[in-house]
């Protein structure tokens, strides 16, 4: 990756290009979270998997992110599972701070090690975004993990919704888990008002970082979507793909088949149409994939195309598996500006507010056409109820 821009200058380039002073502040709020998030796919993902890890990876991993943030322009951070928002400029908490250095027990070597990695994310947090951002920030890359005369107030400040650690309890077999952020921005006439009490389609950027035998940072700033991997050598993120777009025509869905039996009406019949492949109704064949990792399976929509169903659930009491804040929201933003679209089966995502941190939510997204032909079918009267005899009967799903 020696030849790919870093992700500091991408950040720098897209501020550039923005007139307004915010756009560089956006960009040292994102510069954080990618510190954050290359320290945790390097310790957690990417470091050897010791006995009792997993009790503390959720930990280090919550902690890396405050300790980046504690230095960039961001006022509120709701993590995923927590009860209420953190107000960082309050109770930030520093790299050295006793959260960061309890989970570094172990030895000298792994004490080093996990350490050293809490650290380094804070500082570059704050200098991560290397000389690009020397000119806008003022004075030069040792002024901006401080209180130096270079560091000039910020114009805007951003609330982050994020979940440091998600899915990371099939680790041992290699799959990979995700980091997922959205940043809202703060107005500053707001004073007292709830913090993310905003439609989603007010994100002002959104991503993820998918870590696993890679990592890999999928990011978009609102002008598209770009694709950046891990370069281990730099510690940093370099870019691979400019201007990634969901393929449109991919015959290929992703969906838990071992709930078949408790999803809504539509979801069934859209499912079973496919299974009947070319005999069918859509009269062609389709393949099933699915990793069980959300992070993974957002991730091969994106780069090849199809659909992701996370169904609402018919039983009773039965919690939605998707964070409606911290994992749909982050990925419907990212499906619209990679040319996909996204909805909770038959409404757009993104027009959605949360009415609660832990407000739960289906989730639909990939290619446009075909998460507007689900739609369909949840706007079809006929599914209303039970499937039609025709489907009751046909398909690998019998009843």
Not at 7 to 31: F, H, K, P, V
Not at 250 to 267: G, K, V
Request: aromatic share 6%; hydrophobic share 45%.
């Amino acid at each position: 990756m020696a030849d790919k821009m870093d992700l500091a200058g991408y950040l720098a380039a897209q501020a550039r290009d923005c007139e307004a002073a915010s756009a560089t502040d956006l960009a040292r709020a994102i510069a954080a979270i990618a510190a954050a998030a290359g320290a945790i796919a390097e310790r957690v993902a990417l470091g050897p998997l010791a006995p009792g890890d997993r009790a503390t990876h959720g930990a280090f991993a919550a902690a890396c992110l405050r300790a980046a943030l504690a230095q960039a322009p961001v006022r509120h951070l709701s993590l995923a599972g927590a009860e209420s928002v953190e107000t960082l400029g309050a109770c930030a908490i520093k790299p050295d701070a006793p959260e960061v250095s309890a989970l570094t027990a172990g030895g000298p070597d792994r004490e080093d090690r996990q350490g050293e990695q809490a650290r380094s994310a804070g500082a570059r947090g704050g200098d991560g975004l290397s000389e690009a951002f020397a000119e806008d920030l003022g004075g030069d890359a040792s002024d901006r993990t401080g209180e130096g005369p270079g560091m000039r107030a910020p114009a805007a400040m951003f609330d982050v919704a994020a979940d440091p650690l998600h899915g990371d309890y099939p680790l041992d077999a290699a799959i990979p888990f995700g980091v997922f952020f959205s940043l809202y921005p703060v107005d500053p006439r707001s004073c007292g008002a709830a913090p993310f009490n905003l439609p989603l389609s007010k994100q002002c950027a959104a991503g993820y970082v998918l870590c696993g035998p890679h990592a890999a940072l999928m990011l978009s700033v609102g002008k598209g979507v770009a694709l950046f991997g891990w370069d281990r050598a730099r510690r940093s993120f370099r870019l691979a793909q400019p201007q990634l777009e969901i393929a449109p025509n991919a015959d290929a869905f992703a969906i838990d088949a071992s709930n078949h039996r408790h999803w809504p009406a539509p979801i069934r019949v859209f499912i079973e149409d496919c299974l009947e492949g070319a005999e069918g109704p859509r009269g062609r064949n389709f393949t099933m994939r699915w990793v069980g990792s959300l992070a993974a399976e957002a991730h091969r929509i994106l780069r090849r195309g199809g659909v992701y169903l996370a169904p609402a659930d018919d039983r009773e009491g039965a919690a939605l598996s998707l964070n409606l804040l911290h994992h749909a929201g982050p990925l419907a933003y990212l499906a619209e500006q990679a040319g996909g679209s996204a909805t909770d089966g038959a409404r757009r995502l993104l027009d959605a507010t949360p009415a609660r941190l832990d407000q739960r939510s289906a989730l639909i997204f990939g290619a446009r056409e075909k998460v507007a032909r689900i739609a369909k079918y949840h706007l079809d009267a006929r599914f209303g109820g039970e499937s039609p005899p025709l489907f009751g009967d046909r398909g690998l799903y019998r009843r």
